[in-house]
């Protein structure tokens, strides 16, 4: 069975830019978190969903951060206007049920340098 | 706020030995504990999940407990292989987050 997929798997951004990172869940999952990891340090809560609602965006690190899951099913993380500090690895997870939190199945992530 | 602390940050060991990953945290109002691992350039793998009734849960040649009382948990690998080799991360659930330690480094060499 397919497990969590995100693309692209690298992107290179200049600053200034804006990208858009995706995430496959999956399918049948409820619950769909991201988080980021810097170099050398464990992965940091940005923001969880429940179906298509976002019930928690406390870690996203400033208004430059946006995410959606329109459909309850494939996610996007936007990054406006990247900064160096945003560069990182991107990753998502789902997990079969909504809250309280249980198992969650992670992708590969998305690593971002920005230039 | 929560926090998680992983000791060693790194270990190296022969193949053949047993050894304990350490995970400790500071609140322990928390719904489960999860042990991943992660291999270089690709995401978590989850190992062992502890619901925060539990006291330990078993896998294979790995063994987790969980302590809520001194807020800690411990990451037992028997036999280790070269194939164990890999980065080591707990985390602490919430309601809806996982809070993640550093890792521990783990290097087992033939």
């Known amino acids: 069975g397919a497990g969590v997929s995100q693309s692209p798997r690298y992107k290179v951004a200049k600053r200034g830019q804006d990208v858009a990172l995706r995430c496959d869940p999956i399918?049948?999952?409820?619950?769909l978190f991201w988080y980021q990891q810097a170099l050398g340090q464990g992965p940091e809560f940005l923001t969880y969903?429940?179906?298509?609602?976002?019930?928690?965006k406390s870690g996203l690190p400033s208004d430059r951060f946006f995410a959606e899951r329109p459909e309850g099913s494939v996610s996007t993380l936007k990054i406006q206007r990247t900064q160096q500090e945003d560069s990182a690895v991107y990753l998502c997870?789902?997990?079969?049920?909504?809250?309280?939190?249980?198992?969650?199945?992670f992708g590969p992530g998305t690593r971002l340098t920005v230039l | 706020k929560q926090e998680v602390t992983q000791i060693p940050a790194a270990l190296s060991v022969p193949e053949g030995e047993n050894l304990v990953l350490n995970c400790s945290f500071t609140?322990?109002?928390?719904?489960?504990l999860q042990w991943f691992r992660q291999d270089p350039g690709k995401g978590l793998t989850s190992l062992l999940l502890?619901?925060?009734?539990?006291r330990e849960q078993t896998s294979g040649r790995l063994n987790a407990s969980l302590d809520k009382s001194s807020g800690r948990s411990t990451l037992y690998i028997a036999a280790s292989q070269p194939g164990d080799s890999a980065t080591y991360l707990c985390?602490?659930?919430?309601?809806?987050?996982?809070?993640f330690g550093k890792g521990t480094m783990l290097l087992v060499s033939p």
């Open positions: 997870a789902s997990s079969l049920a909504g809250g309280p939190i249980g198992e969650q199945f």
């Open positions: 399918s049948g999952h409820v619950s």
């Open positions: 969903f429940q179906n298509e609602a976002q019930l928690d």
């Open positions: 609140d322990s109002a928390i719904y489960n």
């Open positions: 502890i619901q925060s009734s539990q």
């Open positions: 985390a602490l659930g919430g309601y809806s987050t996982l809070t």
